[in-house]
């Protein structure tokens, strides 16, 4: 991602939504399933833009203040798999909702929520979906670590694809990134 940096500010950059790779093209983060294979097959369907959308819309090295910032859009009813991440990480809730955040909690824009390095989490998105963004600091990639999920988890995922894949298909931006280009 390219900051544009002749603002006749030095110190100051701006960073373009239009410019951000995709998640998965941009090498900031990879997936470790160790022993859960079994989530291997639904969890790349889940992962592709027909069922959710992830942009890195930062990343600098260590020298450049080492933050970075993944936009993340999952569609309607998204079921996001128990994991955990190398990193700690830090997340806000944009727009939508997340109905069963660790089976316990609703969480709506302005939610956020913070995720020691190691640690299990998972949650569904809501009816109109969520986007959220992802905080990650003083690293130069983040592993998505997937560990046991139950295994009406999967079988819930696997639903969730068979149930509303014609409609995440017609959905190819989330709110953010339509709002720009309508705007």
Request: hydrophobic share 35%; proline share 5%.
């Amino acid at each position: 991602m390219t900051a544009e940096t002749d603002l006749g500010h030095p110190g100051v950059r701006v960073y373009r939504a239009s410019d951000a790779p995709a998640l998965h093209e941009s090498g900031a983060t990879r997936s470790d399933f160790g022993s859960n294979t079994e989530l291997l097959d639904v969890a790349t369907k889940l992962a592709s833009s027909d069922c959710s959308i992830s942009k890195l819309l930062l990343h600098q090295t260590r020298e450049e203040g080492g933050l970075s910032i993944v936009y993340l859009f999952f569609k309607p009813d998204f079921p996001l798999f128990r994991h955990a991440h190398d990193v700690d990480s830090l997340y806000v809730v944009i727009s939508g909702s997340i109905v069963d955040f660790m089976g316990q909690a609703r969480l709506c824009p302005g939610d956020i929520w913070s995720v020691k390095a190691g640690t299990t989490y998972w949650y569904t998105a809501g009816p109109s979906g969520v986007e959220v963004l992802e905080l990650f600091r003083d690293a130069d990639t983040a592993t998505i670590i997937y560990t046991a999920n139950p295994p009406e988890r999967l079988e819930e995922a696997k639903e969730a694809v068979r149930a509303n894949e014609p409609k995440w298909k017609s959905i190819t931006e989330g709110p953010l990134f339509s709002a720009r280009s309508n705007g």
